[in-house]
């Protein structure tokens, strides 16, 4: 085995019992496409690992975030699985160096490309799963994507109050129960200020004003996030 395989084993902290499910979540259908005698590429392992990787990320965000709604499980696990971030995964981990690539994908920068990598990501989590079982997935993913919370805190919007407010309530009141309603418009057009209520069904829960209509609707938003704590 390569000098890159063994690296890439050693930051996944697994060792193949069977090398070979390794290097097949590692070749690309390019591969397959040029030589296809005999060869088979890293497409079923990769919907294998799909779903895997769904499952346990599911279930560690279902007991680290106890008070949290679906909605936000939902958003915090896409952001985990999406293409862009299982790329960055890949290439932290030195996967983008052991892949098998068909000549021509190779030369138009296949290498890089964030599908190619998510793909192989995702392979190399199913091949785990037929190489050991579902305990040292979820040990492995944990020690590539190490601390969850800062991760997280790099990939979540900063400051969404609109959305959160959205979040809080659609479970009991259903996904139109909020509307906004610009109540005030005070200033000269170039120094306006706007005042926005917030309504809950029939109840305003908060206002806010902001210099533009977007401002407000935050403030008033975040004021009813206050509101609704109590």
Known sequence: MNEALESLQARLQHRFRDPALLELALTHPSVINESPAG??????????????????????????????????????????????????LARETGLDQCLHLGRSENKTGGRSRPSV?????????????LDSDLTTVRRVLMTVYGDLDQRLEGLLPTDNPKGQLQEKVQPEH??????????????????????????????????????????????AARAALETLKT
């Open 174 to 219: 259903g996904n139109d129960a909020l509307s906004y309603e610009v109540v005030r418009i005070t200033g000269e057009d170039h120094l306006r200020e706007y005042e926005v209520v917030v309504r809950l069904l029939d109840r305003i829960v908060g206002t806010g004003t902001g210099t533009s209509k977007q401002t407000a609707e935050e403030a």
């Open 117 to 129: 990598l998510s793909d192989a990501f995702e392979a190399v989590v199913g091949a785990i799963y």
């Open 39 to 88: 060869r088979e590429s890293n497409q079923r392992l990769e919907f294998l690992g799909d779903a895997v990787l769904q499952l346990l990320l599911a279930e560690e965000l279902f007991t680290r975030y106890p008070a949290e709604r679906e909605g936000l499980l939902s958003k915090r696990r896409s952001l985990l699985v999406n293409q862009r971030f299982l790329a960055h």
